[in-house]
């Protein structure tokens, strides 16, 4: 069996968006943007993304999808809107974990994909840098749906111990007893230890 391998991808060091639009400005707005591209540009589906989170509290996933034969320019679209990676934005809970994005969670399909971009939220002032880091895009491959024998018991053992095991049911259910037994009945007569322990 073949182990996927992530998308060669380069990834754009972030973009931290400021308030008022000068860079010299100290005050951030607690947003920024992270860019990700196939290396050499090309089209491909999204199994997952992976990256470890580095004091993000909320991620966006925007993708730039092309319609497949259509000569139309690609377009954006929100994929997946504020996902939480941390439990609360002013404490460390969440704030250097491993996560996954899954095509499941996706509310966009994930096929034709040109580049993804990120956007990174952090509210808290607390703060002063976030980011996503080791971020793998990996390919949406398509699985046979048959599953392979190998490691599966043999149909006719299994079809044999089935029917032993029917045979077995039958014959207890034809000589089962009628007469009922008396939960502390013993010989005919109760136990007064064991009434009085229950």
Known sequence: MSVVQPVTCTVKPAVYLHVGGAKADPAHSGVCVVDVKPRPPSVFQIEKITFKNNYTAFVTVR???????????????????????MDNPHTEGGSQDYY??????????PDH?????????????AWFT????EIEIYPHTERPLLVSPQGLPDPHTVSSS?????????VMQTNQTTASIGRFDVDGCYDVNLLSLT
Not at 130 to 133: K, M
């Open 63 to 85: 993708l730039l999808r092309r319609s497949p034969g259509q000569e139309a320019p690609a377009r954006w679209c929100t994929a997946l809107r504020d996902l939480p990676l």
């Open 100 to 109: 996954s994005i899954h095509r499941t969670q996706l509310q966009a399909e």
């Open 113 to 125: 994909v040109s580049s993804v971009r990120l956007i990174l939220r952090q509210p808290s002032a």
């Open 130 to 133: 976030f980011s996503l880091e």
């Open 162 to 170: 089935i029917q032993q095991m029917w045979a077995l049911t039958e």
